[in-house]
């Protein structure tokens, strides 16, 4: 029987303690053996719950009992969370976590701890839920060179942006729905700004390249800017506006970002709405290969955990989990070098040149006669930004 500890008895927290009760048969065949929880750290108490009988609110009873072997954290942050995983490898103690702060911040870090420790530090749920991304790249698309991950890894900004495309309503009104609905948080500022799926990308980005890419230096945009107007004109070019979280490696070089987009229809992420996340992923050899799932909630997050509790089980004592990434650095290449075409809602007054941008196409909605939109040709963001400033601007997108 292995027995594992679980840090944090959230949402995730208890969802994976669901999923190893409810799934216990077929997980013990994949495992080979049966997993039981022995601990459940958490500063709170449970008294309505089963689980009460298990829980405990001092780590060290759990890191100083050699028959628990892995641990869960899913506490969230990176402090005590960094600490207490750290002190886990350390001891000697697989650690699977859905923690993607912890992972973007401390990733390499621990990673190597691990590798030190001869014991697995796994993260599948870090990134996109229930999406088996990371395993896909690390195991199943080991014949590639992976040069390109596109994905939407936030549902919460997805959502927003479906119902404001749907349902016709404000940001600040789908905002809200989101919120109701549980899939927004009462301060939104990671989802909106951009920061969550940046995190997401610098994992994925440090995966494919084996090196530590800091979402620090990854150019973020969120989508609090985005209004209805802005729809309305994506709508009338048959295209889409997506958060998309994009990086791209090629001969030890790395371009990364995270920014709305405005997407067309055959863009493999155009069909992508709700709270649903996707990854592309462009390999030289398999060419387009596309992920799509629950990108956050419960039971698919929890689901991810447990596949790592699994994969943890089952190969300890081998040597064949690889070190995802070194803690050298990789730093992205600077963004206002990236080659885009953009669209520009343009003021239409006495102000603006008009040879400002080479439009490759124009339009224009009946409801907002004081301003047209155009596509550009393709150009640095550098030279799209000394550009702009011949022209009113009111607002803008990169498109793909």
Not at 18 to 26: A, Q, R, T, Y
């Amino acid at each position: 029987m292995a027995e594992i500890a679980v840090m944090g008895y959230g949402i995730v927290g208890a969802g994976v303690v669901g999923v190893l009760e409810k799934n216990s048969d077929i997980i013990k065949k994949n495992a080979g053996e049966e997993v039981n929880v022995k601990y459940v750290l958490d500063l709170r108490d449970f008294p309505d719950d089963p689980i009460q009988e298990k829980v405990i609110h001092d780590v060290e009873i759990l890191l100083a009992d050699k028959d628990v072997e892995l641990v869960v954290e899913t506490m969230g942050g990176v402090e005590p969370a960094f600490t207490f995983v750290k002190r886990a490898l350390e001891s000697g103690k697989h650690v699977c976590t859905s923690n993607k702060n912890l992972v973007a911040a401390k990733g390499a870090e621990l990673l190597k701890i691990a590798k030190e420790k001869g014991v697995y530090f796994l993260f599948e749920a870090a990134v996109g839920g229930g999406i088996p991304i990371i395993r896909s790249i690390n195991n199943a698309l080991t014949a590639d060179r992976i040069e390109s991950v596109t994905g939407i890894l936030n549902g919460t900004c997805n959502y927003i942006i479906s119902k404001m495309e749907r349902d016709g309503e404000s940001f600040e009104a789908a905002l809200k729905k989101a919120q109701d609905n549980g899939f927004a948080e009462r301060d939104p500022e990671n989802d909106i700004k951009g920061y969550d799926s940046c995190r997401k990308i610098a994992i994925l980005a440090s995966i494919i390249s084996g090196k530590a890419v800091s979402y620090e230096k990854i150019l973020t945009e969120g989508i609090d800017g985005v209004c209805a107007e802005d729809i309305a004109y994506a709508k009338s070019l048959g295209m889409k506006i997506k958060l998309l979280a994009k990086c791209a490696y090629e001969d030890g070089k790395l371009s990364a970002i995270t920014a709305p987009f405005l997407i067309g229809s055959k863009h493999p992420l155009f069909g992508i709405d709700g709270v649903i996340n996707a990854v592309s992923v462009h390999g030289n050899a398999v060419e387009d290969v596309a992920f799509t799932g629950a990108g956050a909630g419960r039971y698919p997050t929890a689901s991810a955990v447990v596949s790592d509790i699994v994969d943890a089980i089952k190969h300890k004592g081998k040597d064949e989990y690889p070190v995802l990434w070194s803690e050298d650095e990789l730093v992205p290449e600077d963004a206002g070098d990236n080659m885009y075409q953009y669209f520009v809602r343009i003021r239409e007054n006495e102000k603006n040149d008009d040879s400002a941008f080479e439009a490759v196409r124009t339009v224009s909605l009946d409801e907002l006669e004081d301003e047209y939109g155009i596509i550009t040709d393709e150009m640095t963001h550098k030279e799209f930004e000394e550009r702009s400033q011949k022209v009113e601007m009111i607002s803008y997108y990169r498109v793909i």
